[in-house]
Structure formats: C-alpha cells, structure tokens
C-alpha cells in the first residue's frame, strides 16, 4: 500500500491547476490525486491566510503557494461505519458515533470521521465544530456546534464540568458485593481524575461485569485507564489490560449526556439504549 507526503511551494512556471501540480510532482494518477482532494488530503498555504484542506482539483494555485499532500492507501480505501443524528436542536446536534470512527481527521484526511460526515450531511451546509471527543475504538453520543457563539458556550460546559457524562461498559471479572457501585479517583498525568460506577450485572459465562459509569472530567483514555487500574479492564480494549479480548470490539459506550440548554436554559438530557 502506498504512502508518501510531499510538501511544495508553487515556483512562477508550474502548473496552475491543483490537480495537475501535484501530478507534475509525484508519481501518482490524476484520479488518486482528486480521491485524496475529496477525501481531505490535501492541505493548501496561501501567502496569507490559514492552511486549510483543498478538496477541489481545478483550484488556480499563485506563484508562493504551498501545496502539501498526505496519501496513505490503506487509508483512503476504508469506507467508515455512518453515524447516527439523535438530535438536532439547529445550532448544535447530537451524534451516535459508532465504534472505527475517528472524532475528527488527521493530516491524512477526514473522510472516516464524523466531523466530515456531519459537514457532509446538511444541506445547505452548515459548519461543524467539535465540542468532545471520543476515541476511535469507542462509540456513543457525540456534540458538535453549528456556529462559533454555540462552540464557545458549549465548550464552556465541558471545561466547567457542568455536563454530565454516562457510559456503560463491559469489564472483566466480578465485583464482590461490598464494591457493586463507587468511585475511583486516580489522578492522570497529575491531574484530577473522578470516575463513579455501578455493577448492574454479572455474566459468569463470560465472567465480566456491565457497569453505569458517570464521569465529570475528560482525562485521555480515563475510564479504560482507571478500570485496568483496578484490574477490571474493558472488554475489547486493545491497549489496557490483560486477558480482556474480544472479536466484537471495545464494550464501552458513551451513552448519555445532560447539562443545562446555554440557549434556552433548560435541563436537556440525551440518550442512548445500548443493548
């Protein structure tokens, strides 16, 4: 599979076109060149103005530009599982992202994320900004912002720990009686880290638990991080844990968020019946 990333300032006699540069400068085809444009790996610099992503290949390019190309194969050939809209209250939406769906893209491209997908989605087109974040092999409810007042206020309720977040997961082993709900209150890179449960039951075919979590702060990987800390590691998790494999994928979803409308005032709750 073939992967390379190129990075080039438009000289006075190249080519004018996106498209036709970049074919000009590497040993790819007009066509994986146009696939990876739509798919967002191609990144333009003016002389001034932001880099952005540059999806249309008959773009004029000017003499000082930078073009740059980030193409992976492997990446560009996934076609990504589709999210589902649960809500949309117009200047934000709620999204269940499904587990092998990126939040957002990287360098690479964005096509398996659901930023790119939410973008996609509206007509007439609407900007997406992403208020959280959940990791590729999880899956649950998701926030997005459609405008920069919506961004900032609901950011603000994340930052401020005013929304609630619940997941529910499936881990490893039997609680005993005496810890069938508590706290775990690790901290993370030296940071505070809070993560209340409760056993809702045991499977002793399996010999793993499902538990109600709530969590109020957002520390990377916190719930996978802090329940192999207490040797109840997340069924399917591929990187904490031991003897916690499994064929179906990670079991831990985010099911559930509440917090108070910054636009109405109003309690809202959002949730997620995962069976």
């Known amino acids: ?13 190249d080519p004018a076109t996106a498209c036709d540069f970049l074919a000009a400068c590497t040993s790819l085809s007009k066509s994986r060149i146009k696939d990876a444009m739509n798919k967002g790996g191609v990144w333009l610099k003016r002389q001034k103005g932001k880099q952005h992503r540059l999806r249309r290949a008959t773009a004029n390019l000017k003499p000082g530009d930078i073009l740059s190309i980030y193409y992976e194969e492997a990446l560009l050939s996934i076609t990504p599982p589709r ?7 117009k200047r934000y939406s709620v999204w269940f992202k499904p587990a092998g769906l990126m ?32 990791d590729r ?56 880290a809070e993560t209340e449960f409760a056993v809702n039951r045991y499977d002793p075919l ?28 997340v069924i399917g998790d591929p990187r904490y844990g031991k003897g916690n494999q499994n064929k ?6 985010a099911t559930a968020l509440e917090f108070e409308c910054p636009f109405n005032k109003k309690r809202v709750v959002f949730e997620y019946d995962w069976g």
Do not use: W
């Open 248 to 253: 179906e994928g990670m079991q831990l979803v």
């Open 137 to 192: 092999e999880a899956s649950g409810l998701m926030l997005l912002a459609h405008d920069r007042i919506a961004a900032g206020r609901l950011s603000r309720l994340f930052q401020t720990r005013q929304v609630i977040k619940k997941y529910t997961a499936r881990v490893l082993g039997n609680f005993s009686e005496t810890r069938l709900q508590g706290k775990i209150d690790r901290k993370l890179e030296g940071k505070t």
């Open 206 to 233: 399996t010999h793993t638990s499902e538990v109600l979590i709530v969590i109020r702060t957002g520390r990377k990987h916190q719930i996978r991080r802090h329940f192999e800390m207490i040797g109840h590691p």
């Open 83 to 89: 999210a589902e809209l649960i809500s949309d209250q």
């Open 103 to 134: 939040s957002q893209g990287t360098k690479y491209g964005d096509h398996c994320s659901l930023l790119r997908q939410v973008e996609l989605f509206y007509k007439p087109k609407r900007n997406a900004y992403l208020i959280q974040r959940l």
């Open 1 to 13: 599979m073939q992967k390379l990333s190129l990075i080039k300032t438009v000289a006075p006699n």
